[in-house]
């Protein structure tokens, strides 16, 4: 089991992300080689003010070995599976099996008056071979 604080910063404008203390867009979550399924809990500390929580209908986008960028509205991936989510919490299954590949993932959450925010890093799994 990994846990993985991601904490919101800023009340005005766009939500500044951290992933255990470095920027969204520098985090990488790593699985070394034939280390097998791994369960990542990724828990929101909100610090902006705003009353952020996990998008509970649709909390969580994943797609492999992208070029760049992050995963398309709704994308999945044989590599990721959500286990359960409330408001604070969200708990995802990271299956670290085939060929090694990059996840790019986007974590989706909604503030009190309904705006949805996300953060996008990256998961690199060593896979099973």
């Given at each position: 089991m990994v846990?993985?604080?991601?904490?919101?910063?800023g009340s005005d404008g766009p939500v500044d992300w951290e992933i255990d203390g470095k920027k969204a867009a520098n985090s990488t979550i790593e699985f070394k080689p034939k280390t097998g399924p791994q369960v990542i809990h990724f828990?929101?500390?909100d610090q902006t003010?705003?009353?952020l929580?996990?998008?509970q209908s649709d909390s969580f986008w994943a797609d492999k070995n992208l070029a760049?960028?992050?995963?398309?509205?709704?994308a999945s991936c044989d590599q990721t599976t959500v286990l359960s989510c409330n408001d604070?919490?969200?708990?995802?299954?990271?299956e670290?099996?085939?060929e090694p590949c990059t996840v790019h993932y986007q974590l989706n959450f909604v503030d009190a008056q309904g705006n949805r925010e996300g953060a996008?890093?990256?998961i690199k799994n060593g896979g099973s071979a």
């Open positions: 846990n993985v604080t991601v904490t919101a910063k828990m929101l500390d003010g705003r009353d929580r996990f998008d760049a960028g992050c995963p398309s509205a709704g604070k919490q969200l708990v995802v299954r990271n670290n099996s085939g996008d890093p990256i």
